[in-house]
């Protein structure tokens, strides 16, 4: 990094690490057109609820919005009717072993923040955590931007072994093999990018691994809110449990080491909001941390529409709602896939769908050059290499199918001309 720059170490080691492989942003004059832009069947966004969203927030907005919106939050820790909200809201929807007070809730601008927030008060510089793979590219950034922690990926034979108790394994061996410090161990669940739920007995077990490791677990939950019924499951799929549901004491684990990550950005579609939270419900120090340095970074405005969705009468019939369009559209991208023999990986849960659309790759240049052939034909996708597939599962990419119907049957029209092309 130039030094006339005039960044600290730490920044100038981050930028370091990000410039070679970022973009910036130049201004697409032809982003609305349909028929020229590409369709980003690549970023997580969920478009199912967008009209009902629309209104509710609109309605909330126009009857609630007042001169106490204009000033700054009325705790150190943020709103306080927001936190009461919120715990409310857990209690009904993530059943948890011990009922929720608004003090085990700490809020932030987003889940990532939240994360990053997490990793900074729980781990020290250079520290590492356990990932079990593929995951979200987006936590390389976010664990090391200001906490420097780096995640390790914990790889398995096949791709769903993660959800079986060879998960456990597979960290011990993670664990005696890294000269770092391990902090955590990072789930996420319902999964992102394979859409699938962890068993029960799974979290169970990660809970007994992290006690007798002296680990922190963490339960990255913002898809929790994004399941739908899927036939590829012949005996149903497994169903969403949070880790606030279990006894983690009973299991001889330490409640003050779990903690779970939520947002409003997946569910309910509000990525552009940046509202998420952490709850950790035996851990008042730390809740008290990450109150505090978060409490004035994100809006009221945002704290508002949450309030006014979480408390709406028609949340229940907005969640059905979103689980039967889940389910339709999963549907038609996964006929997609069986009409053309794509293998993918059966999900329940989240907005996107893991597909092998190269199957005998043997090298990461073969599924970048299908995803630049799709590019060319109109269709962004993520490239399975930057959610850390291991070596042996080249090809595979995630495809987001939570759009309007009408664009998610035309990004499978130009996934099909990709395709043919290739």
Not at 28 to 35: F, L, Q, V
Not at 101 to 117: P, T
């Amino acid at each position: 990094m130039n030094p006339s720059s005039g960044l600290s170490t730490h920044a100038g080691s981050t930028i370091a690490q990000l410039l070679p492989g970022f973009n910036f942003p130049k201004l697409d004059k032809n982003c609305n057109d349909s028929a020229t832009s590409p369709i980003d069947m690549s970023v997580g966004e969920n478009s199912v609820l967008a009209d009902e969203i629309v209104s509710i927030c609109k309605n909330g907005v126009q009857s609630s919005f007042a001169t106490d919106h204009l000033a700054y939050p009325k705790s150190p820790l943020g709103d306080p009717e927001l936190l009461e909200v919120l715990a409310t809201f857990f209690d009904a929807y993530f059943r948890p072993n011990k009922k929720l007070a608004s003090s085990h809730v700490a809020v932030a601008a987003g889940a990532s923040a939240c994360l990053n927030d997490l990793m900074y008060s729980i781990c020290e510089p250079g520290d590492a955590v356990l990932v079990p793979g593929p995951y979200w590219n987006g936590f390389d950034f976010h664990f090391n931007i200001r906490a420097q922690v780096t995640p390790i990926t914990v790889s398995l034979p096949r791709l769903e072994d993660q959800f079986t108790a060879e998960l456990i394994s597979a960290l011990d061996n993670a664990y005696k093999s890294t000269s770092q410090t391990v902090r955590a161990v990072v789930l996420t669940n319902p999964h992102n990018p394979l859409g699938q739920c962890y068993p029960k007995e799974v979290l169970e077990a990660c809970v007994v691994f992290c006690a007798r490791r002296n680990l922190n677990l963490i339960s990255d939950e913002v898809y929790a809110l994004s399941t739908f019924s899927s036939t590829d499951f012949p005996r149903g799929p497994i169903p969403f449990t949070s880790i606030l549901s279990l006894d983690v004491a009973a299991l001889g684990g330490d409640p003050s080491r779990v903690h779970m990550i939520w947002s409003i950005s997946k569910g309910f579609g509000c990525n552009g909001l940046r509202l998420g939270c952490t709850v950790s419900q035996n851990n008042q120090p730390l809740i008290l941390h990450l109150g505090i340095s978060a409490s004035l970074n994100f809006s009221s405005v945002s704290s508002l529409i949450t309030k006014t969705l979480l408390t709406s009468p028609r949340l229940p019939q907005l969640l059905t709602l979103s689980s039967q369009r889940l389910g339709r559209l999963y549907k038609i991208i996964t006929m997609f896939f069986k009409t053309h023999g794509i293998e993918y990986i059966p999900a329940s849960a989240g907005l996107f769908v893991f597909a092998r659309l190269v199957p005998n790759a043997t090298k990461w240049e073969e599924e970048a050059a299908m995803i630049r052939r799709l590019k060319e034909a109109g269709v962004l996708v993520g490239p399975g290499k930057i959610y850390h597939t291991a070596e042996g599962d080249k090809g595979w990419v995630r495809l987001t199918f939570a759009l309007r119907e009408d664009i998610l049957q035309q990004g499978l029209q130009r996934l099909q001309r990709g395709l043919e092309e290739s």
